[in-house]
Structure formats: structure tokens, C-alpha cells
């Protein structure tokens, strides 16, 4: 499985509405709204490199409102913790 970490940069008055369309995109596991120099970071699994191109500029950089994006692949995974474990506030 091939992970890649796509931090998206979004208009801010339609925040929600793209975060739920990313979501909806197959591929795409997780999408987290989050502070600093971007607006969202979106988790998106597949199984070969080239779905990487159908799922992150094929179909989510083309949502209405999506700004920008920049995309780091995973190497390794170094924690065995369940991601939403790790990206809990304890709530």
C-alpha cells in the first residue's frame, strides 16, 4: 500500500464544503482540517504509483475551491498505532 500525504491549501470560505469532497474521492482515507501554512492534509492510499496521478491532480485538485496542494509519499511506517489513535485530542 502506497501512502501519500497531500497538504492542501483551500479557499477559506468554502473550507468545509472541500474537505467533504475530498473525502468522498475513492482513494482518499482521511482528510484532516488543521492550523499552519495549509488548510487541509489529506491521507490517500492506493496500491500502485499511478493511482497516485488518477486521485491527487486527477480528482483532487480539480474540486472547486482547492487552491493548491503539495504531496509527500510515505517510505516506511515507523508506528504500529491505529492513525485516528494517533491524530485523537482525547474527545
Not at 469532497?21 to 492550523?35: K, P
Amino acid at each position: 500500500m502506497i501512502t501519500a500525504i497531500v497538504m492542501i491549501k483551500a479557499d477559506v470560505d468554502r473550507i468545509p464544503e472541500v474537505a467533504e469532497e475530498i473525502a468522498e474521492v475513492e482513494g482518499v482515507s482521511e482528510v484532516y482540517s488543521v492550523t499552519g501554512d495549509v488548510d487541509l492534509i489529506a491521507l490517500v492510499r492506493v496500491r500502485r504509483h499511478d493511482e497516485l496521478a488518477e486521485v491527487i491532480p486527477g480528482r483532487v485538485n480539480k474540486i472547486p475551491g482547492v487552491r493548491s496542494s503539495d504531496t509527500h509519499i510515505a517510505f516506511d511506517a515507523y508506528s504500529q498505532h491505529d492513525l485516528e489513535a494517533a491524530f485523537s485530542l482525547g474527545i
